[in-house]
């Protein structure tokens, strides 16, 4: 590496991680018994920002009105369009396609593979991505993606796990849906050469997850995410799916009368110009919300993820669901400040890191579900048994090195490359130092209502004709709260079917559909009686972290492309 | 006391050639030395590393040669092991080379420092198979455990064994090596004009043409002169003259093999032999035992 | 200009006022900006201004977006970093690699073998290597990328799909590389073909997928679908928990 290693720890903080050296002794091998479902609730009702009164309000427009959600999210779906409906031609159709795909993450490309293993033509399937095909929370995803496939596991176990994890919230047949196409996709990524950590037999070497009954996570070193992105990106390309990136959806296009869904208006960020696609499907794959900052919480999640998808569904007329609940995992970086709100995967803790208090104590069983861990974390720092940084945040310690010492030297090395470099770029060797942590926004739980197929449900249960959507834009397969390794699985099933699904519409269809903005424009009525201020609008695309000292200078005197 | 040797493979041994490695290691170990692979090597460059004033183009051989000096303290010798002669000829002469010119030593150790590698300090020795083999030829008479009487073999050199002059490990005009090899283990050797004519090399590779008709002069000149097969130590020869072989219309009768095969045979190292050569070289012993009259023949 | 100040570093731009902290000055494609010290190299060039598209991806050192090269103050050295896991440093002078040009070849995975031949057939140039190292020095990742294009050359395709494993597709060695390989891709397949045909096959997935086939866990899902919100939540407690 011939970057510059820096410093490491203040003195002052060094100071501190004593404590958890004194005490590793001590824990070794101390068990803390797991909470009651009632222990659970009250511990959660208590410090989980999900249940902070400040933190939500009911949206006052559209399918869902009266809904009480994040306060960010409530203020996206109540904004006026991005593209004011008289600014684009609709008579010019730049791309007119079987099967559009908005987003660039394992979703969409799981859809577009399947869509052409189901017989659609690879000409005939458009991906159109914000950012780079594969700039995605799937590539940040470390620990693993769960499948009940050892003797002693079950799908109806994983089933149960899920539902429970979810807080009984979740959609059952989505869940069943999860649960039982999961071994067929480890077969398809196995297949298509996804490097899988097994034994020299062949076995799936499998982790534990919190929230989970068994031993069910396959991981790819702590790269998981990354290599099943780059593996099924790669057989996308290698299909001859036409990708379009730095051209994220800003709208979609419906039938005017039936209010079918027949694509989408894109805008290449680079040049600034718009593009029509036509499509007999459109299937959403946007991911999650993490940029929104809900909160104010730092978030693991990619550069691009602002809930557009949510807020164009929102305006065909999709139900939405959960929305008043996010997850918050547990581990976030709370120093350095450098990567602060960085994630810190559970698999530190499913391979045995400890939390650690600044007592030196442990307070929580590090296995529970993450929004119970998330809140004793919060609690901890609440009532004072946190550790202050020299930046005025506060954060737990994650004691890492107890794993070399439970389960030998060199297990971090082998388990954790990844993690390991992202400390030591920055002085901290993790096999010797524990990690301060705090919650940080991570994932989206609720989100598009789909049905077991993929289609986007409106409130009333009916399918929106030619809108499919997967992966983290929808809401019911994790409930209230999802466990790790269900993502990863989420979008590859849920992806999976919409590929199949959309192929499956495409058959059926005979002609053109006809596209029109009419949905904005009833939109926008509702928005006018409403008085939202006219400078609000969305989908934002990008979160802006300019420094204010910029902003107030700003002139916009030319239209130049930044590169 | 074991002697040793620093095993630099090469890449087209590695990827090519593994029965020429089997063969060329039992027979060496047979001979009491012990062979280790270098930890770490690099693709020695093949003949694009030769032009003398292009360092980068040095710098896979360089840090082999420095991994051998590296390696060679703890096992006692400084000799670096080489079975194909292209890696042979290409590490021997970047050797000789930087022990020329002491001014690429330094601008190549200036570049190396960066990657915290210690100075070359000139110590390792090139060696080819041929050249251990060459110095242990009495020895490798006591080992023979089974004769091939009759059996008329003819080595043939190519060109980077042998050229340039500085490099050849024997006259380049008329090499002799091999043929003392094999006349140790008791095996008649043939005499022919062609043992250093060029095999095609690369041109198989675009030209095959070039390659058929030189390598096709070279296997029909031999066995007009009465061999049955013909041996080699390179890879890439031993290639196009099986090509060569493949192409002709009129096969002429003789067998490519590597030198080692041939002795790893009369030495009874069957473990490190192909199915193929060893079943050929079974069936061609006993055709010339029926008809050599052999008093008190019966050896194996 | 002053006859002190060089025509590359301008003069000293006034601070905000609204940062009392510590600054730094970076050079961004050899303009200066002051930055509060302490963030990394892209929220510094986000604070100075900079909204990005290229050159931001993950934030997490994933994705390999935010490639930098840049050089400090007094070093010869070209230096190479992820602009989201690298902090800003006063004196550096940067610019973005946000891509490196290079097309994807297509290939069918399916009528590949595992071999030096399949990939330096779609990929020649592999064996054009001169072993420069000068992508393993450009790796942010710190790879041994020149030992994984030596291990294809031999025909050791585990061991550079092992070696490679960590490479998140910058493609700065590619930019460094004057044998001009396109590592990202050769990688890529490198580790599909390891992953394919060389890691043996899980058993225990082909058995489940049988049992799920077969439809054996039908009935108790069915079964589990319809329990009502108690007795699920009571089932959920009382099951039991590996050890981990």
Known sequence: ?563 | MAKALLYYPGCSVKRNSPWYEKSALAVLEALGYRVKELDKWYCCGATISLAADDVIRHLGAIRSLIQAEKEGEALGTNEMLTVCPMCYNVLARVNNLLKRDREKLETAARYLRDENLEKYSLSTRVIHVVQVLHREREKLGELVKRRLDGVRVAAYYGCTLVRPKDVAVDNPESPRVMEEILRSVGIETVEYPFKTLCCGAYHSVYRKNIAVANSGLILTDAAARGADIMVTVCPLCHYNLELAYRSMARKPGIRVMYLTDLLAYVMGLDDALSPETRSFLDKLREARRELVATPGGGNS | MSSKESPETGPRPVSGKEEGGKTIRIYVMGRAYEVPEGLTILKALEYAGFRLTRGVGCRGGFCGACAVMYRMPGEYKLRTALACQTLARDGMHLVFIPYAPMKKPRYDIEKLRPDAGSVIAIFPEVTRCLACNACTKACPQGLQVMDAIQAIIRGDIAAAANLAFDCIGCGLCSIRCPAEIRHVYVFQLVRRLYGKYMLPKAKHVEERIKEIEAGKYDEEMEKLMKLSLEELKRLYMSRDIEKA
């Open chain 1, 1 to 563: 590496m011939m970057g510059l290693v820096y410093e490491g720890y203040p003195p002052e903080m060094r100071e501190k991680i004593r404590v958890v050296e004194e005490t590793r002794e001590e824990r070794l091998g101390q068990q803390i018994p797991k909470l009651s479902l009632e222990e659970r609730e009250k511990l959660v009702r208590k410090w989980h920002p999900d249940y902070r009164e400040d933190t939500k309000r009911p949206v006052r427009i559209g399918p869902n009105k009266g809904q009480v959600i994040y306060r960010e999210v409530a203020d996206l779906l109540e904004s006026w369009p991005a593209v004011k409906p008289g600014d684009v031609d609709l008579d010019n159709i730049d791309y007119d396609v079987d099967i559009l795909i908005i987003g660039g993450g394992g979703a969409a490309a799981s859809a577009a593979l399947w869509a052409v293993y189901s017989g659609v033509s690879p000409e005939n399937i458009l991906i159109a991505t914000k950012l780079r095909f594969g700039d995605a929370n799937t590539v940040k995803a470390q620990g693993g993606i769960q499948a009940a496939d050892r003797p002693n596991d079950s799908p109806v176990r994983h089933y149960l796990d899920t539902i429970g994890g979810g807080h009984f919230a979740n959609k059952p047949e989505l869940v069943r849906a999860l649960v039982m196409d999961a071994p067929f996709i480890i077969r398809w990524l196995e297949d298509l050469g996804v490097m899988f950590d097994k034994t020299g037999e062949g076995e799936m070497i499998e982790y534990t997850g919190g929230g989970a009954s068994r031993r069910r996570l396959h991981a790819a070193k702590d790269y998981t995410g990354l290599e099943i992105m780059r593996v099924i990106r790669d057989e996308v390309w290698n299909k001859g799916v036409n990708v379009l990136e730095f051209s994220p959806a800003v709208e979609l296009l419906t039938d005017p009368d039936t209010g079918a869904v027949s694509g989408a208006v894109l805008w290449n960020m680079e040049v600034k110009a718009y593009y029509v696609v036509r499509a007999k499907v459109t299937i959403l794959a946007t991911g999650g919300f993490g940029r929104l900052h809900l909160a104010g919480f730092p978030t693991t999640n990619h550069y691009g993820a602002t809930a557009d998808g949510i807020v164009m569904a929102y305006r065909v007329g999709a139900n939405l669901r959960d929305l008043d609940s996010a997850q918050f995992h547990p581990t976030g970086v709370a120093w350095p400040e450098a990567i602060r709100g960085e994630l810190i995967t559970e698999k530190c803790r499913s391979l045995g890191a400890q939390l650690v208090n600044a007592n030196g104590e442990r307070f929580i069983n590090e296995l529970e579900p993450r929004d119970v861990v998330a809140s004793a974390i919060i609690r901890e720092c609440a009532e004072g048994r946190g550790i202050i940084t020299p930046t005025g945040a506060c954060g737990v310690w994650l004691d890492l090195p107890m794993i070399d010492r439970v389960r030998g030297e060199g297990t971090i090395r082998r388990n954790l490359p990844a993690m390991y470099r992202q400390f030591i770029r920055h002085g901290i060797d993790i096999t010797r130092e524990p990690v301060l942590t705090y919650p940080t926004l991570h994932y989206q739980n609720g989100g598009i209502e789909i049905d077991p197929w993929t289609h986007v449900l409106r409130p009333d249960g009916t399918p929106i004709p030619g809108l499919l959507a997967a992966g983290e834009v929808t809401g019911g397969v994790h409930g209230k709260n999802r466990l790790m390794g269900n993502s990863l699985l989420d979008i590859t099933v849920f992806g999976r079917r919409a590929g199949i699904t959309a192929a499956k519409l495409v058959k059926e269809m005979s002609g053109k559909p006809r596209i029109s903005l009419k949905h904005v424009e009833r939109y926008m009525e509702e928005l006018k009686r409403l008085g939202v201020p006219e400078n609000r609008r969305a989908p934002v695309l990008l979160p802006d972290y300019r420094g204010e000292r910029v902003l107030l200078r700003k002139l916009d005197l030319i239209d130049l492309a930044p590169i």
